[in-house]
């Protein structure tokens, strides 16, 4: 089992310049402690996300972290001209040595896509379009060739590839999913996979996921990372880490929420209830002792068929120092190298 981190960015203080380098101090501690991997999340308008070009973030975290692996979760692809965004994907692994994790979808809100001027029913078309040509670009970068490509959205013709990954053939790729059937395209092309469903709904696409792999002649030894994120909030007594997540909770589900209650709609695939007590007795929130937390991670890891655990440390207005204990307890609680249990 492997441990990482994921970060919706959202705004839980007015002052934006300490909230990015609270952040940037977080990753530094992930980095100290062990975890595999920081995953951002992007989003636009709203204060849910307040990294609407995560590149940008994560060029910093590139230099503020050694070891820890890092990336978008995901690069919403119908926004980026792919050529931009592959030069930009390119340098980030260069930058920061061959530590890229490359997330990619077509974006969850047609609210955030429809700020672009583009068509929600069409962004499925331009992600896999999208998707096709950086593909080819990485190829191309590996190679020397020029890159040629011809679709409804984007065309490029002998254009030369100067840049190129660092990480051989590609970075890892990652997709988010709410839905069993989408482990189908996630399984032919070896894709990372990470949910935020219940341990029931997760471990319908962890077992589906599997059945797809084996189906295509793959060993159990080299699957892909299967991932499940949770608030996680630890401190010496369960009454204090509860009276962070209470608070904290409550104005990052505001956040989650003002774009399509302002829009007068509903998020898709994905419910929050109001209180932390009700997401916890859900089991998508893990608050306690560290022995507490250690236990139901466990128990929610084997229940839910995964092999890698996201902790969602940071959310509200959770401040550097709750978080920083977060972080510092869970460490104690599963070792470090990585955390492997």
Known sequence: MDYGIFDHLDQGRDDLTALFEDRLRLTEAYDQAGFYAYHLAEHHA???????????????VA?????????????????????????EICMLDQMSGGRLELGVGRGISPIEVGYFGLDYDTAPEMYREALDLILAGLAAGRSGADLNFTGVHYQVAGMPVTLAPRQQPRPPLWYGLSHPDSTVWAAQHGVNVITNRDEAGSRQITDRY?????????????????????????????AEALGIARRAYKIWRASFYLLWDRHGMKPMNVHFPESLDELAALGQAIIGTPDQVGEEIRRQSEAAGINYFLCRFAFGDTSYDEAKQSVDLFACQFGTARFRI
């Open 46 to 60: 709203t204060p849910l996300g307040m990294a609407p070009s995560p590149g940008i973030f994560l060029s910093a």
């Open 210 to 238: 599997l059945q797809e792999w084996r189906a295509l002649g793959h060993d159990d030894s080299t699957l892909p990372r299967m991932g499940m994120s949770r608030h996680v909030v630890i401190a010496e007594t369960e």
């Open 63 to 87: 230099q503020r972290t050694k070891r820890l692996r890092f990336g978008p979760t995901v690069y919403c692809l119908p926004l980026y001209h792919p050529i931009r965004l592959l030069e």
